[in-house]
Each structure stands twice: as C-alpha cells, then as structure tokens.
C-alpha cells in the first residue's frame, strides 16, 4: 500500500485554512475501494466525495478528530 499527505506549499503567509494547516489531506492507496469503504463506514465515518476518474476512483473522509483522508484506487 502506497499512501501520501498533501500539504499547502505556496510559501505565501495566510490565516488558517477551513482543514488544518498546513495540511489538506492523508492519501491512502487501497487495491479494493469498495471494501475500503466499507470498513470506513463500519468504523462510523461518513464517505463523501466519490469520483471515477483517470487514473482512478477516490472517496473522501473526515476522522473524528476532523483529519481530511482521500482514498483512491488505480485499477
């Protein structure tokens, strides 16, 4: 598995974006999207943000701590 954060890197001084700063997200690369979902839904967290396209599917979530996680699998 394969995973990655995006952060802010512009270097050009701002207030505090609506998610944390400076990071946007948490990536995770999955091979099953589907069964990722599912366990993100089974742990009571609300998917949102579904995509389809190249070079591949991705859905969002917010933890409970309000960290922002993009899950994506490049079938």
């Known amino acids: ?3 990655y ?3 802010y890197t512009d ?3 701002r207030g505090r974006f609506a998610k944390g700063a400076p ?3 948490v990536g995770l690369v999955v ?3 589907d069964a990722a979902e599912r366990v993100v839904l089974a ?3 609300e998917p949102f943000n ?3 396209y190249a070079p591949g599917r991705r ?4 933890d409970w701590d309000g960290i922002e996680f993009e899950v994506v699998s490049y079938e």
């Open 43 to 45: 742990a009571g967290l």
């Open 59 to 62: 859905f969002y979530f917010f």
């Open 31 to 33: 091979d099953d999207i």
């Open 50 to 52: 579904h995509a389809d």
């Open 1 to 3: 598995m394969f995973s």
């Open 5 to 7: 954060i995006a952060v």
């Open 23 to 25: 990071l946007n997200h």
């Open 11 to 13: 270097g050009q001084p």
